[in-house]
């Protein structure tokens, strides 16, 4: 009843909220990105997307269909693996950033691991910058990870917006330098915050940095300033920063998955990989922890 390339397509488009990079990731024209949705909507008869010239959002049922979406496509390339005999192997070196520790990463992991038994995975959590930085060693075989929006690096798997949050107890005094909590050098969210503030001439301080997800919320709960994170994936317990404390605007953030430039065994493990986590994907920010 659903085509596996319509639904390909409409997960792309979930995932990145554009059917211009929807395009781009599945190497289609955007005319054809738009008619596999628009066949879509006809097969199921239900609107999945509302979309203008500046934004797209999923509709009720298109947040229904995701799911739906997901587990016929995971049906689908386990019934293509068995038949077809493919057994991959060997030792894939997967890096996550620290932004994935709270979300169901692990539930995709653990289907891939599932599938391909034979292949031994290292997975290693590190800052988005660091990882980049061992990816480029040749340390790594595939990142997950932050990019600026500006950098051409690796496969879009979300864009999302950056926002400031704390605690929502938690009220700025305008007349102080506003207090944060940071990943330390060369954490990506950091870099953006600090300039941030500068561009609009607002006074800074650091209150708390942590290498750790978990230490930085800490801190947050526990009232001692306001972090940069993104939209999609504020921890329980935080809250966005009001208007109000005229925090500047923190732009935008994209989460990719990049590859390593040299050939090597483990690039099969890895393409399964990232296959599981583009078609995954959703899971990550919508089903955070």
């Not at 290498?211 to 993104?230: D, K, P, W």
């Not at 966005?240 to 430039?261: C, I, N, Q, S, T």
């Amino acid at each position: 009843m659903y085509d596996p390339s319509q639904l390909r397509t409409f997960l792309a488009v979930a995932q990145t909220l554009s059917f211009t990079q929807a395009a781009r990731r599945l190497g289609l024209r955007q005319s054809t990105v738009s008619q596999h949705v628009r066949r879509l909507e006809d097969t199921a008869g239900r609107q999945l997307f509302t979309r203008d010239t500046h934004s797209v959002e999923l509709t009720e049922d298109g947040e229904a269909m995701l799911g739906f979406a997901r587990r016929i496509l995971e049906a689908h390339d386990q019934a293509a693996a068995f038949f077809t005999g493919t057994r991959l192997r060997g030792r894939l070196r997967f890096g996550a950033s620290e932004d994935f520790v709270l979300t169901r990463l692990t539930e995709i992991l653990e289907g891939f691991r599932h599938d391909h038994p034979e292949v031994d995975l290292e997975l290693t959590v590190e800052l988005s910058g660091t990882l980049h930085e061992q990816l480029a060693d040749g340390k790594l075989d595939l990142v997950l990870a932050k990019r600026r929006p500006e950098d051409p690096r690796g496969e879009l798997v979300w864009h999302d917006r950056l926002v400031w949050i704390g605690a929502e107890r938690l009220r700025l005094d305008p007349e102080r330098p506003v207090p944060l909590i940071v990943y330390p050098p060369p954490g990506i969210t950091r870099a953006l915050a600090l300039e941030a503030l500068e561009r609009h001439g607002r006074a800074w301080r650091i209150a708390c940095t942590s290498g750790s997800l978990n230490g930085l919320i800490a801190a947050a709960r526990a009232g001692l300033g306001v972090m940069a994170h993104s939209r999609g994936l504020v921890p329980p317990g935080l809250v966005r920063v009001p208007d109000r404390a005229g925090l500047p605007e923190l732009g935008e953030v994209d989460f990719v998955l990049v590859h390593a430039k040299r050939h090597t065994a483990a690039k099969g493990a890895a393409d399964a990989l990232a296959t599981s986590i583009l078609a995954g994907g959703d899971r990550l920010y919508r089903g955070a922890a």
